[in-house]
């Protein structure tokens, strides 16, 4: 109980002013200290993900998903490893991944950004890219955590 306490202490004490930035540079490139992707943004499918993610500063995360592409559905297992936030949350999110042309570039390491908070229920956002390769995600959240970071992400497709 005494370690929610202080989840909960630290968590409130950041939660006023500290979505502010990172949430308004995912939503809008042209927002101060946001990066522009001079790259086409050519949609090339969806995405459904299940996952824990646990934060101390470092963390990491571990789920699977279905990625459908091309008329058929891709089972995947992701593990991911992040820097910036604390808590422990359970993740459900979807998303759309862009310029993927062939299902054997979808494999591999993603870099991105993430931003979420959650107190019991909660809301986040990240993006990420893998050669070209960008994936966007929007997630609903379970749980005790504030995530504002950088992540990676190995995704590898499962029989």
């Known amino acids: ?53 646990v934060r101390l500063i ?33 993740v459900d999110a979807v998303g759309t991944i862009y310029n993927l042309k062939d299902i054997k570039d979808f494999p591999g390491t993603y870099a991105g950004m993430g931003v979420g908070a959650v107190a019991v229920k909660g809301a986040g956002a990240s993006s990420w890219e893998n050669k070209g390769v960008i994936v966007k995600m929007k997630s609903k959240t379970e749980g005790l955590a504030l995530n504002m970071g950088v992540n990676a992400v190995k995704i590898e497709l499962v029989d």
């Open 1 to 53: 109980m005494r370690t929610k306490t202080i989840i909960a202490a630290i968590f409130s004490t950041f939660i006023g002013g500290a979505l502010a930035l990172p949430t308004a540079v995912l939503a809008d490139p042209t927002a101060p200290g946001a990066q522009t992707e001079e790259k086409p943004m050519v949609e090339s499918g969806t995405l459904e993900v299940s996952a824990t993610q």
């Open 58 to 90: 470092a963390g990491g995360a571990k789920g699977t998903g279905i990625l459908h592409f091309n008329g058929k559905d891709y089972k995947f297992k992701m593990s991911g490893a992040s820097v910036g936030g604390i808590g422990v949350t359970k």
